[in-house]
């Protein structure tokens, strides 16, 4: 039987990579075979080779593609744009470019992978502007927010497609049938913050009975973590800040907390009996879980693993990828934007 | 002995008026005395009286000053600029802006104090417009940000205005020397993010010999809490954001701690031998040590109180407005802003 789906991996992306990246397709080789995806892995053969040794079965399900160069962690785009032709991430993004794979992973430069995947891959019919979007934690579920720093200045319609796209994909990730929608501003009363926030109201508010969503209203940086709404909307300037400000702070708190639990053998012992609540605390709070931002409205799924993550990371980030393509993301977004449009 | 300094207090303004206000005032009574602060209470004689009786020194530095009514929570800067000018708040205010206070502290309706304190009081000589800053706590000490959501939309010369009196207020309140400031961004390297945060710094470079600051660069939203800049310049909305995300995340991260202590008997029984360094962490978290944001620019302080604190957190607030003027910083930000201009 042919393959429905190829995914594109970045072999060589991340801190960990190759180790992390085909160790953790190993984790999800039944879900590949079962949901009929093959895989296509760029890098270097001599180095890849050894490690699909270690997971043979691998071999099933894909090819490698020789790819001499690696982009790296401090590149920028402009270099990778001129003469990075040869790295993995650039054959795997023109991989998709060319047909010959639906999605692409990599855990390698994000800079590099959403500057090169713009270039090459098309933006889906009626979409202006592409978007970052990652899932948060939040009190019960997990919120999607978009756009993450894609795009700095953002219009009306900008928000309003980002909602739409948003929402496609809560819907596919998190089961939502009509998600909520949020736009972020700084205050919840409706004429509050910059105008083209106002305008996204008044379209949402036109386009109504045409809508994948409900649209909640105004929402700001302290709703983010709770569940009020399934996706927040906004710039790219404010969703990158929303984002790294939540990030830093839940590091803040858990480089302080680690510091409580170690600091004296009273301490040392009282840990003891709360390691069992302590380690579900963690479980909750584990970025693995939701590691990936995608980049969506491309014709093709783009997806970023955290360059940091081990392999149980880096298989949720295939995960994404999977599942957005098994429930067509790209084909449902491009019908709803008809509609909005 | 003359009082040199007088601070308007919003007897009425805060969720546990007017006892918090007035516990609080005792408090401070000492520092008060000894830097000849004198208070002027608005609100109802009849409801203050009695709290004066209990705390009775307060007399020897009090006058309260007759306000009928009190702005509410819910209410809106419009309807109080119409009809609100025998509220405790206006009263306050206007008493700053007639020569008869120096200062303002209020725990009540942030929009009503900034709205009515932007209508009375003037600006400082050379300021475009006035900022709302806080201190944030970091891994070693607290960082100052602002606009915290004053002015949605900021152009180059109010960030520039924004470094320039956070640094002051830096100097004052943290005893920085010569404050590092960094402006909030999505990215570190120059030429990044949005056109006016380039050109803000370019206003830096070409004003290098005469900045009460060192110039650090961009910072990004998870610097925040590190120790990386002393005061981070950023506009209005983005500034609000980053706030809010930190309150929520905050909140998340101690909600989610809270279940995890009081989940079985097991670890009740550990929480009871690491019971003081959790005490030691909350305590460095405490918000009311850094309660008080300050709206900056104005020909007075005004200091807002967070509404729900306590007597403690409300004494913290007044002693802020103390050191500014104290220390003054209205004629310092003047005298840097003619330099910077």
């Known amino acids: 039987m042919a393959n429905k789906w190829t995914i594109a991996i970045d072999a060589m992306g991340g801190d960990n990579a190759p180790l992390s990246v085909i160790a953790g397709l190993d984790l999800i080789y039944d879900y590949l075979v ?22 043979p079965r691998l071999n099933n399900i894909s090819t490698i593609v020789q790819a001499d160069e690696v982009v790296q962690g401090d590149d920028k785009p402009s270099k990778i744009i001129r003469k990075g032709r040869n790295t993995s991430m650039w054959k795997a993004i023109e991989a998709v470019r060319n047909k010959q794979a639906d999605a692409v992973v990599s855990g390698g430069n994000t800079g590099c992978l959403m500057g090169i995947s713009k270039l090459l891959i098309s933006m889906i019919e009626g979409i202006r502007r592409p978007a970052i979007t990652t899932l948060l934690p939040n009190t019960t579920d997990y919120t999607a927010m978009l756009d993450l720093g894609a795009n700095a200045e953002c219009d009306e319609h900008n928000i309003a497609q980002f909602a739409v796209m948003g929402s496609i994909y809560s819907k596919i990730l998190l089961g939502k049938q009509k998600p909520k929608v949020g736009i972020l501003n700084i205050g919840s ?24 969503f409900e649209y909640f209203g105004f ?33 803040f708190i858990s480089t302080d907390l680690k510091k409580v639990f170690v600091k004296s053998p009273l301490t040392m012992f009282g840990y003891l009996f709360m390691r069992g609540a302590v380690k579900k605390f963690k479980n909750k709070m584990d970025p693995r879980k939701y590691n990936g931002a995608v980049f969506l409205g491309l014709n093709g799924v783009v997806v970023k693993s955290h360059g940091g993550t081990d392999a149980f990371g880096f298989s949720n980030a295939v995960l994404y990828a999977s599942r957005l393509l098994v429930d067509d993301f790209t084909s449902k ?3 709803e934007i008809k509609k909005l449009n």
């Open 34 to 55: 079962k949901n009929n995806i093959a895989l296509l892995l760029f890098g270097d053969a001599k180095v890849l080779s050894p490690y699909l040794v270690r997971y």
């Open 219 to 251: 929402v700001e940086g302290d709703d983010i973590m709770k569940n009020k709404v399934d996706v927040i909307a906004t710039d790219g300037f404010s969703g990158n800040v929303a984002l790294k400000s939540i990030e830093g702070t839940a590091k």
């Open 333 to 335: 977004v491009a019908e």
């Open 189 to 212: 009363e409706a004429g509050k913050g910059l105008d083209y926030l106002t305008k996204a109201e008044e379209i949402f508010e036109a386009k109504k009975e045409h809508l994948p």
